[in-house]
């Protein structure tokens, strides 16, 4: 019987804690468990993103930040290297954006927005919010302790690759910003050579078209510290917080200009 590899590396965001790797690692351990289970590839980022999203120490689902006038936001995606996006951006009241972008794949569309986007997961039956879930009305949440980035996966399930990102955004940004989460080949992107995921500020990730280019490198046959040291290189860390995790068949490297809490599983089976 031939060897089969899994690669699934987690991300708490730019600027998460080092000791929020728990959160990583249970969400990594989630993604691996359902890959065992059979998954698709797409379906394992999204049950690890979902983990990271439920835990509110992290800048999504309930623990997004909160938007200038006080509302939460939210943006997410995935994609895979069977061809497969779907993306939301600026969606409300929803636990688990991550779950809405995978909805999207299924449909014509690409990415879907605001109210909309709202409706189209209310008729996926997808998961509201509850009032103390709402980020900042909770009576166990404290915004101030809210203080990391993005969260993300990327994974290989020894056949496809893909990589799924969710955030709540950029802490006190004025309502209706979009960041690089939706926009496809910045802040993720998944193709038959691997697959990639950042975080930090996402206006700057998204004017280098990151993923995308580091994508590239990985498809030219960089290996993955190369990228990302080079990708890295591109940001000034007194200007903005940057960090990855990608992945190709062989390997996988992480890292941030910041704290950053991750966790990466590589097995053979
Ligand atoms: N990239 C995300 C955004 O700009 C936030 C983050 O990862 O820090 O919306």
């Known amino acids: 019987m031939s060897e089969k590899k899994y690669i699934l590396l987690t991300h708490g965001g730019a600027g998460s804690k080092n000791e929020y790797q728990d959160g990583a690692r249970k969400a990594a351990d989630t993604g691996i468990q359902a890959i065992n289970s059979g998954a698709s590839v797409m379906d394992v980022v999204c049950q690890a993103v979902a983990v990271l999203e439920n835990d509110s120490r992290f800048n999504a689902g309930v623990g997004s930040h909160p938007r200038a006038d006080g509302s939460v936001e939210m943006d997410a995606a995935v994609m895979d290297s069977l061809g497969n996006f779907g993306a939301v ?16 794949t299924r449909t014509q569309y690409k990415v879907l927005a605001g109210q909309g986007a709202a409706t ?10 509850t009032k103390d879930q709402i980020p900042g009305t909770g009576t166990d949440f404290s915004t101030t302790d809210s203080s990391t980035d993005t969260v993300g996966c990327v994974a290989f399930d020894g056949t496809n690759f893909a990589a ?6 950029i802490k006190g940004a004025i309502p209706g910003r979009v960041g690089d989460v939706p926009l496809i080949g910045c802040g993720l992107y998944a193709g038959t050579a ?11 990730i998204a004017m280098h078209m990151t993923a995308i280019r580091a994508y590239q490198m990985l498809e030219r046959g960089d290996a993955p510290q190369k990228v990302l040291d080079e990708v890295i290189s591109w940001f000034h860390p007194e200007d903005d917080a940057f960090g990855l995790i990608l992945i190709n068949r062989n390997g996988y490297a992480g890292g941030c200009n910041r704290s950053m809490a991750w ?4 097995e053979e089976k």
């Open 89 to 104: 951006a600026v969606i409300e009241g929803f636990k688990n954006p991550i779950h809405v972008a995978n909805a999207v």
């Open 194 to 204: 691997g697959a990639v995921a950042a975080t930090g500020d996402g206006e700057t």
């Open 120 to 129: 189209f997961a209310q008729k996926a039956g997808l998961e509201t919010m």
């Open 263 to 266: 966790a990466a599983v590589s």
């Open 164 to 169: 799924g990102l969710s955030t709540g955004g």
